[in-house]
């Protein structure tokens, strides 16, 4: 049973351009998060996704940031008109139902603005 | 506002001995809590956890601990081991919740 996957695993961006993140959750599992980390930080959570709808995004920036889970496909992470802050590893996760809280991750993407 | 901390950011013993990580949370409402663990280059991985109608839960050479007085989780390791050597998170959350809140962590060190 294949975990959470990722990718790419390394994003390497200008300023300006866009950044997409793709999350696959594990088979059968249809809730995904995603959380962002700084170095030698904690994670931060960003969004919560359902099939084809945002639970929660009270921790995405308000501008630039768009989450999505469309009923087929990987759950994407789009940043667009990327900055430097921006730099940081995300992380998504995935868990069968909310109340279960166990949440999987993923290995990461790993952006860095230049 | 919520915050799980961490007592010690980096811990370091001695292979073979036993390693106890501390954390600190001020959620009342929480009730669910999770220790993960983290190498580096990798996602945090899923170590053991407790909710809030448990003093205490045991793994595999891992034991958590929760005071709900106090508002304080521990982590202890048995036996520790080079493997060990990660970042270890606690992190919390409720019943029905998805907003995991996760602490800043503390880095273990594993010395031969």
């Known amino acids: 049973n294949a975990g959470v996957m990722q990718n790419p695993r390394h994003l390497v961006r200008r300023r300006g351009q866009e950044a997409r993140l793709r999350c696959s959750p594990m088979?059968?599992?249809?809730?995904v998060y995603w959380y962002r980390q700084l170095p030698e930080e904690g994670l931060k959570f960003m969004v919560y996704?359902?099939?084809?709808?945002?639970?929660?995004e009270s921790g995405m920036p308000k501008e630039r940031f768009s989450a999505e889970f469309p009923k087929e496909g990987p759950s994407i992470l789009r940043i667009q008109q990327v900055v430097r802050g921006d730099s940081a590893a995300y992380f998504c996760?995935?868990?069968?139902?909310?109340?279960?809280?166990?949440?999987?991750f993923g290995p990461g993407t790993r952006l860095t603005v230049l | 506002g919520e915050s799980v901390g961490l007592h010690l950011p980096t811990l370091s013993v001695q292979e073979g001995d036993n390693s106890i990580i501390n954390c600190a949370y001020s959620?009342?409402?929480?009730?669910?809590f999770i220790w993960y663990k983290q190498e580096s280059g990798k996602g945090p991985q899923f170590i053991i956890d407790?909710?809030?109608?448990?003093d205490k839960r045991q793994g595999q050479r891992v034991t958590v601990l929760l005071n709900k007085t106090v508002k304080h989780l521990s982590l202890q390791i048995a036996a520790t081991q080079p493997g060990d050597s990660a970042v270890y998170f606690c992190?919390?959350?409720?019943?029905?919740?998805?907003?995991?809140?996760f602490g800043a962590g503390t880095r273990l060190f594993v010395k031969a």
């Open positions: 959620n009342s409402a929480s009730d669910y």
């Open positions: 992190a919390e959350s409720h019943t029905g919740g998805f907003k995991t809140i």
């Open positions: 996760a995935s868990s069968p139902r909310p109340e279960t809280d166990t949440q999987y």
């Open positions: 088979k059968g599992h249809s809730h």
């Open positions: 996704l359902q099939k084809e709808n945002i639970i929660d």
């Open positions: 407790i909710r809030s109608n448990m």
